[in-house]
């Protein structure tokens, strides 16, 4: 890029001159699933969002392998995760 193009370039940017930012795969929204079945398919051990623990009751072990993503878990929260623990739909 000659020294020319690049201060053209550069004027163009810092004045925002119709460079937008295109939102790649990585920022799409993420997916809803309807059910635990439906998430649990692609997600075998639940999903949940950072620092999650499950909660347990009696004698079981808390499930540790949950796929671990805020984004992915809040978008499933409100109808997924019925003991409020922050992982959705956790099974061993």
Do not use: Q, W
Request: aromatic fraction near 6%; charge should be positive.
């Amino acid at each position: 890029m000659t020294r020319k193009l690049a201060s053209v370039v550069l004027a163009g940017l810092l004045a925002g001159g119709g460079f937008g930012v295109v939102a790649g795969p990585a920022e799409a929204a993420p997916k809803k699933f309807k059910n635990c079945t439906e998430l649990n398919k692609k997600y075998k051990h639940g999903v949940g969002r950072k620092g999650a623990k499950d909660k347990v009751s009696g004698s079981s072990k808390p499930v540790t392998t949950f796929k671990v993503d805020t984004a992915l878990y809040n978008a499933n929260k409100s109808k997924l995760d019925r003991d409020k623990d922050g992982i959705a739909c956790e099974k061993r």
